[in-house]
């Protein structure tokens, strides 16, 4: 069975850091391309970045390119996120998913974990 | 990185069908098939129900189908039951100067 557990959310102050983390298992995480996706308090949902199964193709929103650094170690069967100078607006729950299905498609989610960034 | 235009509320009663709208770009929904939709149910995370504009992941029911028009992609639900009261996004690849995706802004269904 497919499982992704995320850890390292918390609460931040504004222009602070933080390391989510991802663990995976039931699966071969070294061989599927992997997502964050986020989501505000009672908002959408939004897509964070990508990262390719070597990591060589990586991609960012707009709202988080410069701030934010994706990251997996295969070896560990963990994904990352490394968030720089956060902002209110980064306020959110922060999932892990995986496209094992099929491309292009977010088919495995993670429970997710809540970032909330405030004085 | 704006986000794909969905009706805001849906609602209909049981056993009936409703659609729900995704409406993109020529750069998203209008240039390629990765259209895929989502259920979320409150306090949970989402569950592909369709992905590559109509292709159903196996153990989603087959009351759910998705298609796409130009730039505009749907999802339909038949047969509507209590269950399938939740929250729905779309999603789009889209390629312009990089490579990225985009969420709808989600649609409340309610069944009545």
């Known amino acids: 069975e497919v499982q992704l557990v995320e850890s390292g959310g918390g609460l931040v102050q504004p222009g602070g850091s933080l390391r989510l983390s991802c663990a995976a298992s039931?699966?071969?995480?070294?061989?599927?391309?992997m997502h964050w996706v986020r989501q505000a308090p009672g908002e959408g949902l939004e897509w964070v970045s990508y990262?390719?199964?070597?990591?060589?193709?990586?991609y960012y929103a707009d709202s988080v390119k410069g701030r934010f650094t994706i990251s997996r170690d295969n070896a560990k069967n963990s994904l990352y996120l490394q968030m720089y100078s956060l902002r209110a607006e980064d306020t959110a729950v922060y999932y892990c998913?995986?496209?094992?299905?099929?491309?292009?498609?977010?088919?495995?989610w993670g429970q997710g974990t809540l970032v909330t960034v405030s004085s | 990185q704006s986000a794909l235009t969905q009706p805001a509320s849906v609602s209909g009663s049981p056993g009936q069908s409703i659609t729900i709208s995704c409406t993109g770009t020529?750069?998203?929904?209008?240039?390629?098939?990765?259209v895929s939709w989502y259920q979320q149910h409150p306090g949970k995370a989402p569950k592909v129900m369709i992905y590559?504009?109509?292709n159903r992941p196996s153990g989603v029911s087959n009351r759910f189908s998705g298609s796409k028009s130009g730039n505009t992609a749907s999802l339909t639900i038949s047969g509507l039951q209590a269950e399938d009261e939740a929250d729905y996004y779309c999603?789009?690849?889209?390629?312009?100067?990089?490579?990225?995706?985009?969420f709808g802004s989600g649609t409340k269904v309610t069944v009545l």
């Open positions: 998913a995986t496209e094992i299905l099929t491309g292009y498609c977010f088919d495995s």
């Open positions: 039931g699966f071969t995480f070294s061989s599927y391309e």
């Open positions: 990262i390719s199964t070597s990591g060589s193709a990586i």
């Open positions: 020529s750069s998203d929904v209008g240039r390629y098939n990765y």
């Open positions: 590559d504009v109509n």
């Open positions: 999603t789009s690849y889209r390629s312009t100067s990089t490579s990225s995706y985009v």
